[in-house]
């Protein structure tokens, strides 16, 4: 028994010196004092607008607005002036994003203020614009007369509307006419003036919407020609126009000579049908008149009835028809007149290219106090409801613009050829005025 003891103590002993050394505490090493550092965020412009020096007029105010197109939260927004060049940023991403573009012009005129605010929907990241001054109309002079001139046209069966031109332009010269006994008409033109390009062109149309020419050559000052019904020759190229019934229209077609630019007011006058020659026309088929000999031309039509209104504008060659048939299908109606999320129901999208939608509001006194507020949304094919905010800086500063009191007008579709995005890129981005002379525009009115 006494060897059994003897044997563990020497045990017990390691036993209690192991558990004394684990019994130290653990030292750990200290953490790194400096810790891993964030990587800076990089940013990108998303929108860029560069302003001439003389696109806005004096007396006038003028701002950029972005918002979201998501919810129309306001994303930035700064007052610009001629010759301005500013850009927005924001933290980079690879999510494509579109914004809407407002740009406002509040412009002050003899105590009253107006304020025009064109918005576009859907403008994409990375955009350029450029506001850029309108170029000069154009006008070409006429030189100055080398003579004078008398014009008969005799013996015209009904005629209803016509005119006398020259390269240059009507020569703002009516004529008289008398209707015999027979029911034929003689119209006689009365010092004409004579110019170094000595050539007329006497066109006209009947009351059955029928059109015919005369081309006068050769002329001499003092020179009295007279002609009749039987020399008139019929157009090389007739495009028809249908009129609906009632209604009023306006239709006016110039034609250029090879080499010959355009200009205000120049041009032979192939057709000019004002809206007093309207009752004179029986037809509601009118036969538009276009000449082989003539390089390009401008062709002018506009009609109008009740709350609808028809534009066409072609500039070049001639038409190739209108649509003009069914004013009852574009027909809108609307089933939230609010600016904020305005909705309607009405032609479908495959009927035009482009359309934007008209909201207007009043207050005051003209030339006292008066305020008016015209705010435009443009949109493409597509319309979709947003919600529009304006930052408050502006609305302080212009307390009456108000948005829930703005009505809304009227609607206008784009039938032309050419995209919403082809005319924001003509239009802000690349300025190709050119591109966008031609027009076709269907508006109704509220």
Known sequence: MKKIILVLIPIIFVVISCSSDSSEPVVSKPESENPTEEEPIENEIYFTLNVDNNYYSENSESWLVVNDANNGDVLDYIQIDNGASV???????????????????????????????????????????????????????????????????????SPASYTLSNKYGSTLSGGSSETTVNQVTNIEFENIPLYQENRYLFSIYDTNGDAKYKFLDDLTDGETITFNSSELQSYDEIVPLYLPDGGEYFCNI???????????????????LLPFDNKKITSNNINLGYLNTLDKYITTLNYTNGNFDYLYLKYGDRPVGFQLADIDYWNVDVTNDAINNFQY?????????????????????????????????NQGKYYYGYNYELPEEILNRYPNLEINNLNYQGSSFY????????????????????????????????
């Open 345 to 377: 129901n009405g032609p479908s999208s495959n009927s035009f290219n482009r359309q934007s939608h008209h909201f207007q509001s009043s207050v005051g006194t003209k030339d006292v106090d008066y305020v008016e507020v015209n705010w435009n949304l």
């Open 87 to 157: 850009h927005f940023e924001k933290p980079m991403t690879t999510a494509i994003h579109d914004n809407n573009i407002s740009l406002i012009n509040v412009r002050n005129y003899e105590g009253n203020t107006y304020i025009s605010i064109s918005t576009f929907s859907s403008v994409s990241d990375g955009s350029i614009w450029n506001l850029v001054s309108g170029t000069p109309v154009n006008f070409t002079s006429r030189g100055n007369a080398i003579g004078a001139l008398k014009i008969n046209a005799n013996n015209l069966n």
């Open 254 to 272: 110039v034609g250029f000579e090879e080499n010959q630019a355009y200009n205000e007011g120049g041009g032979y006058l192939l057709n000019l």
């Open 415 to 446: 039938l032309h050829e050419y995209s919403y995005l082809e005319y924001i890129d003509a239009k802000y981005e690349e300025h190709n005025p050119d591109f966008l002379l031609d027009k076709e525009i269907i508006s109704v009115k509220n």
